[in-house]
C-alpha cells in the first residue's frame, strides 16, 4: 500500500500500532492499510508510565524492525516528544532519522508552532499525519488522559486545527478522543482522511493499539477499545500447557527429538 493507494481508497482506512519484527511480519499478511510505530511504545514495550521517555534513537530501533518485517504496508513513524520543538534543523533531522529507518511518513501532534514544519517537511516529500484532541505527549497540561472538545468552545478549536493541518499539508490526520459528534464535525470539514481513536464511528479511518486489540493489556481498557481477541488468555493457556508437558515429561515426544 502507498500514499497514492491510500488516498484512493474509499473504504473506511484502517491503522493498527506495531513496534517489533515479529509483529510486523504477522500484520503484513493481514488487510490492514497502516502501521503505525507510535510512541505508545514507551508504555506498551517499555513499561514506561507515558509517551514522553520515547526518543528519537528508539523511535528509528523500533521503525527499523517493523519496515523489515512488513515491506508491503504503510508505515507511519511518530515523532517523539519535543523532537520536533527545538527548531527547524533539529526536527528536519529527527524526521531524516525517521524516514532513514524506513517509515513512509511520520505523525506529530498538535498545531500551533508546528505549522511551518509541516509545510517545509511536505515540500521536502515526507508526507506528515496529524495528530489532534487527546494528544498523549501534552498529558501533563491537559491534566490527565481525558476526552477532548467537549464544549462549544473547545469543539471549534479543533475543528479550526483540523483545517489548519489541511492547509498546512498533512495527508491524514488522527483524532483521539473526542466525543463521536466532534469525530463528524472535524471529518466533515476537512477533506483529508480522518483516522479516529476514541472518536466515535463517523471518521474515514479508526486505528487502535494492536496490544489492546488483541487483549494483551490486561491493566485498563479504555471505553473505546474493542478486544478481538483474548490474548492474554490464550498466552497463559499456551504457557502452562508446555509447563504440564514438560514436568509431566510428554514434551519433547521422539518425534520431536533428534536420533
Ligand atoms: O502512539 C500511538 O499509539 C498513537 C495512537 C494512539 C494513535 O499515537
Not at 517493523?66 to 504496508?73: L, M, N
Not at 511536505?122 to 488522559?145: F, K, R
Not at 477532548?148 to 478549536?157: D, L, R, V
Amino acid at each position: 500500500m502507498n500514499i497514492n493507494a491510500l488516498r484512493q481508497k474509499t473504504q473506511p482506512l484502517t491503522m493498527l500500532t506495531c513496534y517489533d519484527y515479529w509483529s510486523a511480519q504477522l500484520l503484513n499478511k493481514t488487510p490492514v492499510d497502516m502501521l503505525l510505530v507510535g510512541d505508545s511504545l514507551a508504555m506498551v514495550m517499555h513499561g514506561e508510565a507515558s509517551t514522553l521517555p520515547a526518543d528519537v534513537e528508539l523511535m528509528a530501533l523500533h521503525t527499523q524492525a517493523v519496515t523489515r518485517g512488513a515491506p508491503d504496508k504503510f508505515i507511519v513513524a511518530d515523532l517523539p516528544f519535543l523532537s520536533y520543538r527545538k527548531g527547524l534543523n533539529a526536527a528536519v533531522e529527527a524526521v531524516q532519522c525517521l524516514m532513514q529507518a524506513g517509515a513512509h511518513a511520520v505523525k506529530l501532534e498538535g498545531v500551533n508552532g508546528n505549522e511551518a514544519l509541516i509545510t517545509h517537511l511536505t515540500e521536502s516529500g515526507v508526507p506528515v499525519m496529524g495528530h489532534i484532541g487527546l494528544t498523549p505527549q501534552a498529558v501533563n497540561a491537559l491534566g490527565g488522559y481525558k476526552v477532548q472538545g467537549k464544549n462549544a468552545e473547545a469543539a471549534q478549536t479543533l475543528i479550526d486545527e483540523a483545517k489548519r493541518l489541511q492547509q498546512a499539508g498533512c495527508f491524514s490526520l488522527v483524532i483521539e478522543c473526542v466525543p463521536s459528534s466532534l469525530g463528524q464535525a472535524i471529518t466533515e470539514a476537512v477533506s483529508i482522511p480522518t483516522i479516529g481513536i476514541g472518536a466515535g464511528p463517523h471518521t474515514r479511518g479508526q486505528v487502535l493499539v494492536l496490544h489492546d486489540m488483541l487483549g494483551f493489556n490486561t491493566q485498563f481498557t479504555p471505553r473505546f477499545v474493542r478486544h478481538y481477541a483474548n490474548g492474554a488468555a490464550m498466552l497463559n493457556e499456551a504457557v502452562e500447557h508446555f509447563v504440564r508437558d514438560v514436568q509431566a515429561g510428554n514434551f519433547p515426544s521422539p518425534e520431536e527429538s533428534y536420533a
